[in-house]
């Protein structure tokens, strides 16, 4: 803008024509209105700038003015056109002076430039009057006319220079640095295809030097009346490119409705632009009502970037400022148009051109972060390896300690397998005793039983024993029954005391034969008590051997874990079997308490027996003396009734002591049944020693298995390490 104003500071001296006066060229006429003595005076007046209707796009029609060079004007003038659609050909005073652009069928314009046409020397004279006439064309109904000037040299130069430049050469300049731009981002996109955003910059590049080459080429290439339509519609074309643009490279809206309806509404003003190529009026129409879709873009292209700065996004800044750029420069576009004049240049295309640098300098931006990211991540991965390197030296010392805990591993695993055999052949051996003492225990039993059988009897001869007595003792008063009852009384007892002498004869075996069962079942029991010590010994040394396991896991770290699970199993394992033998030691201890007792009670059975037996021995002597004495009874009734009372007396004491021997007897079948049910638990306990033993073997050989493995991974981790 400081270049703008210094230029517009030197634009020389300058002499307006006005009095224009127009009229359509009759079709097929010749050049007869060039004349300067030609009769204009029923032609229509204009006041320019203005606008006239000559009919059919490019219809050519003439305009006409005079204007007196005043004195002390500069020997060279100019004729000076100002930016315009209109071609025209010069003649001054009926002669041909020069042309801007050229006219149907060959036409062809430069819209934004301006034109400078040196009017003859015969005809700048001081004083002397000129007569301008202008053959033009345009190619629309209705043609904007500019102001048309005579200028000296420096406003000659100013025009060609300043104003040509700004409004011309400078977007050509625009549109070779948006071709780069474009090739620039096409292989960005050929390096990364993934990446979109390349893909709709490059796109918005390529029709952004489209419109640009329009509108600063000095001459056109294509010469085809479309491809000028085109490059009309390229500015709207090139704009909403800017939408799916921008939705990838910040992420937001990224939705397929947005970049089809983007699309979608390019193609449509383009197609509106090509059916409309013959017409410039109403491509200026459309070119119009095209700005609306673009500002649009440029409204979710700033929402975007809003937002994209919001986040803290670095990349939005640039984008934020080429709008508020484009804002500024917007608005000075919209003043002139809305008071009507023409500016010294318009300045849309330079805020286009803008907002194309500012996503090259985003672009720029994020190639920049991504290529500081990628340099710290291979600071980042050298760090890594380095830090890989030392871990794999630990790791290799890790394995070589990993090998030292498998082999101890295997060596400790066949240790406890032999032991958890040894355990199971202990345990079966247990088995088979528990088995023998129940036996024992069920013969013990059935001997108690028949006892018991005996001592019922007893007790039913003692009452009758006893009701004989006191029979005898109430008859003693009357010993007149004669001797021979009493001898046979005497007989009948003597062999009752004979037959008592054998019954407690036999309770005195039965009772023996019962202390050496209970003997053997206390022996049972010790053995049993040796066994269950062994067990107990081998649930501590299986115990300290998962202790060590789990401290050489721990040691190994990850690559122990499986050690460790291991470990805590067999620790549970060996609780399960302290825990089991703890019961059989209480159970053996029970049963050792019982069998003691059992011991006791049948002691003391032996020995009331034995008294039985002492006693029936001297019932027998006193029947024999009694007998010898049967003579003397009858003298000696009242020594007999004594004896009587004596001996009813003994038959109670022995039926007393029969009644405790009977409660004894009971007492050992409790024992013995308590016996049953001990070795009944034992022969249990034994069966879940045995099985869990097989458990543990399949456990240690699962142990065995894992420290196979262990000693391969170490071997796998060496050969890495040494690969």
Same mark, same amino acid.
């Given at each position: 803008?400081?270049?703008?104003?210094?230029?517009?500071?030197?634009?020389?001296?300058?002499?307006?024509?006005?009095?224009? =006066?127009? =009229?359509?060229?009759?079709?097929?006429?010749?050049?007869?209105?060039?004349?300067?003595?030609?009769?204009?005076?029923?032609?229509?007046?204009?006041?320019?700038?203005?606008?006239?209707?000559?009919?059919?796009? #490019?219809?050519?029609?003439?305009?006409?003015?005079?204007?007196?060079?005043?004195?002390?004007?500069?020997?060279?003038?100019?004729?000076?056109?100002?930016?315009?659609?209109?071609?025209?050909?010069?003649?001054?005073?009926?002669?041909?002076?020069?042309?801007?652009?050229?006219?149907?069928?060959?036409?062809?314009?430069?819209?934004?430039?301006?034109?400078?046409?040196?009017?003859?020397?015969?005809?700048?004279?001081?004083?002397?009057?000129?007569?301008?006439?202008?053959?033009?064309?345009?190619?629309?109904?209705?043609?904007?006319?500019?102001?048309?000037? $005579?200028?000296?040299?420096?406003?000659?130069?100013?025009?060609?220079?300043?104003?040509?430049?700004?409004?011309?050469?400078?977007?050509?300049?625009?549109?070779?640095?948006?071709?780069?731009? @474009? *090739?620039?981002?096409?292989?960005?996109?050929?390096?990364?295809?993934?990446?979109?955003?390349?893909?709709?910059?490059?796109?918005?590049?390529?029709?952004?030097?489209?419109? *640009?080459?329009?509108?600063?080429?000095?001459?056109?290439?294509?010469?085809?009346?479309? @491809?000028?339509?085109?490059?009309?519609?390229?500015?709207?074309?090139?704009?909403?490119?800017?939408?799916?643009?921008?939705?990838?490279?910040?992420?937001?809206?990224?939705?397929?409705?947005?970049?089809?309806?983007?699309?979608?509404?390019?193609?449509?003003?383009?197609?509106?632009?090509?059916?409309?190529? #013959?017409?410039?009026?109403?491509?200026?129409?459309?070119?119009?009502?095209?700005?609306?879709?673009?500002?649009?873009?440029?409204?979710?292209?700033?929402?975007?970037?809003?937002?994209?700065?919001?986040?803290?996004?670095?990349?939005?800044?640039?984008?934020?400022?080429?709008?508020?750029?484009?804002?500024?420069?917007?608005?000075?576009?919209?003043?002139?148009?809305?008071?009507?004049?023409?500016?010294?240049?318009? *300045?849309?295309?330079?805020?286009?051109?803008?907002?194309?640098?500012?996503?090259?300098?985003?672009?720029?931006?994020?190639?920049?972060?991504?290529?500081?990211? *990628?340099?710290?991540?291979?600071?980042?991965?050298?760090?890594?390896?380095?830090? $890989?390197?030392?871990?794999?030296?630990?790791?290799?010392?890790?394995?070589?300690?990993?090998?030292?805990?498998?082999?101890?591993?295997?060596? %400790?695993? #066949?240790?406890?397998?032999?032991?958890?055999?040894?355990?199971?052949?202990?345990?079966?051996?247990?088995?088979?005793?528990?088995?023998?003492?129940?036996?024992?225990?069920?013969?013990?039993?059935?001997?108690?039983?028949?006892?018991? !059988?005996?001592?019922?009897?007893?007790?039913?001869?003692?009452?009758?024993? &006893?009701?004989?007595?006191?029979? &005898?003792?109430?008859?003693?008063?009357?010993?007149?029954?004669?001797?021979?009852?009493?001898?046979?009384?005497?007989?009948?007892?003597?062999?009752?005391?004979?037959?008592?002498?054998?019954?407690?004869?036999?309770?005195? =075996?039965?009772?023996?034969?019962?202390?050496? &069962?209970?003997?053997?079942?206390?022996?049972?029991?010790?053995?049993?008590?040796? !066994?269950? %010590?062994?067990?107990?010994?081998?649930?501590?040394?299986?115990?300290?051997?998962?202790?060590?396991?789990?401290?050489?896991?721990?040691?190994?770290?990850?690559? #122990?874990?499986?050690?460790?699970?291991?470990?805590?199993?067999?620790?549970?394992?060996?609780?399960?079997?302290?825990?089991?033998?703890?019961?059989?030691?209480?159970?053996?201890?029970?049963?050792?308490?019982?069998?003691?007792?059992?011991?006791?009670?049948?002691?003391?059975?032996?020995? %009331?027996?034995?008294?039985?037996?002492?006693?029936?021995?001297? &019932?027998?002597?006193?029947?024999?003396?009694?007998?010898?004495?049967?003579?003397?009874?009858?003298?000696?009734?009242?020594?007999?009734?004594?004896?009587?009372?004596?001996?009813?007396?003994?038959?109670?004491?022995?039926?007393?002591?029969?009644?405790?021997?009977?409660?004894?007897?009971? =007492?050992?079948?409790?024992?013995?049944?308590?016996?049953?049910?001990?070795?009944?638990?034992?022969?249990?306990?034994?069966?879940?020693?045995?099985?869990?033993?097989?458990?543990?073997?399949?456990?240690?050989?699962?142990?065995?298995?894992?420290?196979?493995?262990?000693?391969?991974?170490?071997?796998?981790?060496?050969?890495?390490?040494?690969?």
């Amino acid at each position: 803008m400081i270049l703008v104003a210094a230029a517009l500071s030197c634009q020389g001296q300058r002499l307006p024509v006005k009095d224009w =006066k127009w =009229k359509v060229a009759a079709e097929g006429g010749g050049l007869a209105e060039a004349a300067a003595d030609y009769d204009d005076s029923s032609w229509a007046p204009i006041a320019l700038p203005g606008g006239i209707r000559p009919g059919r796009p #490019g219809a050519v029609f003439w305009l006409r003015s005079s204007v007196r060079i005043p004195a002390g004007s500069p020997a060279r003038l100019w004729f000076l056109t100002q930016k315009g659609g209109v071609a025209l050909e010069l003649y001054v005073n009926g002669q041909y002076a020069g042309s801007r652009g050229r006219l149907p069928p060959d036409f062809d314009l430069r819209a934004t430039h301006c034109a400078a046409i040196l009017l003859p020397d015969s005809a700048t004279a001081p004083g002397s009057t000129v007569v301008l006439a202008l053959r033009c064309a345009y190619r629309g109904s209705l043609a904007p006319l500019p102001v048309y000037e $005579l200028g000296d040299e420096a406003a000659q130069a100013f025009e060609l220079g300043a104003v040509n430049f700004w409004n011309g050469s400078l977007y050509g300049i625009l549109s070779a640095l948006c071709l780069f731009l @474009c *090739l620039y981002a096409i292989a960005q996109f050929a390096f990364k295809p993934s990446d979109k955003a390349n893909l709709y910059y490059a796109a918005t590049l390529l029709f952004m030097a489209f419109y *640009l080459m329009d509108l600063g080429a000095d001459t056109w290439i294509f010469k085809a009346v479309w @491809c000028r339509a085109l490059a009309r519609a390229s500015l709207v074309i090139s704009m909403v490119f800017l939408v799916p643009f921008f939705t990838t490279f910040f992420g937001f809206l990224q939705k397929r409705a947005i970049s089809y309806a983007s699309v979608g509404v390019g193609a449509a003003f383009g197609i509106a632009f090509l059916a409309n190529s #013959g017409d410039d009026s109403t491509l200026s129409l459309i070119f119009n009502l095209s700005l609306l879709p673009v500002m649009t873009a440029i409204v979710l292209c700033a929402y975007m970037a809003v937002r994209a700065a919001r986040a803290r996004n670095p990349e939005a800044w640039p984008v934020l400022a080429a709008v508020a750029v484009g804002l500024i420069l917007a608005g000075y576009d919209s003043y002139y148009t809305i008071v009507g004049a023409d500016p010294f240049a318009w *300045l849309e295309g330079i805020a286009f051109f803008a907002l194309n640098i500012a996503i090259f300098i985003s672009l720029s931006m994020r190639q920049a972060r991504l290529k500081s990211d *990628l340099e710290a991540y291979a600071h980042e991965v050298e760090a890594k390896e380095a830090e $890989l390197a030392s871990s794999l030296g630990r790791l290799g010392e890790a394995g070589e300690a990993a090998a030292r805990l498998a082999l101890r591993l295997d060596e %400790a695993a #066949g240790n406890a397998a032999a032991s958890a055999e040894e355990a199971a052949r202990r345990s079966e051996r247990i088995g088979e005793d528990t088995e023998r003492q129940a036996e024992e225990a069920r013969a013990a039993d059935r001997l108690v039983a028949d006892f018991v !059988v005996s001592i019922d009897r007893v007790n039913g001869s003692l009452a009758s024993q &006893t009701e004989s007595v006191e029979r &005898t003792a109430a008859a003693a008063t009357a010993l007149s029954a004669g001797a021979d009852s009493v001898a046979r009384s005497i007989g009948r007892t003597a062999e009752f005391t004979s037959r008592l002498a054998v019954l407690t004869s036999s309770g005195e =075996k039965a009772a023996s034969a019962l202390a050496g &069962t209970m003997e053997r079942v206390s022996s049972a029991s010790e053995g049993i008590g040796e !066994v269950v %010590a062994a067990v107990n010994e081998f649930a501590e040394r299986t115990n300290l051997l998962a202790m060590n396991a789990a401290i050489e896991a721990a040691h190994s770290g990850q690559a #122990g874990r499986g050690f460790a699970i291991i470990a805590a199993e067999v620790k549970k394992l060996a609780q399960a079997q302290a825990e089991r033998a703890s019961r059989i030691k209480e159970i053996v201890g029970d049963i050792s308490s019982r069998v003691v007792e059992g011991a006791r009670d049948a002691e003391s059975v032996r020995k %009331a027996l034995s008294d039985i037996s002492a006693g029936s021995s001297e &019932t027998a002597e006193r029947l024999e003396e009694a007998r010898r004495a049967t003579d003397e009874q009858k003298r000696s009734s009242e020594g007999i009734s004594s004896s009587m009372v004596a001996l009813a007396a003994a038959g109670a004491s022995i039926r007393e002591e029969a009644r405790r021997q009977a409660e004894y007897s009971e =007492k050992v079948r409790g024992s013995v049944a308590s016996i049953s049910e001990a070795a009944a638990e034992a022969r249990s306990s034994a069966r879940s020693i045995v099985e869990d033993g097989a458990g543990l073997v399949a456990a240690v050989g699962e142990l065995r298995d894992l420290a196979a493995k262990g000693s391969e991974l170490t071997a796998a981790l060496s050969s890495g390490r040494g690969g």
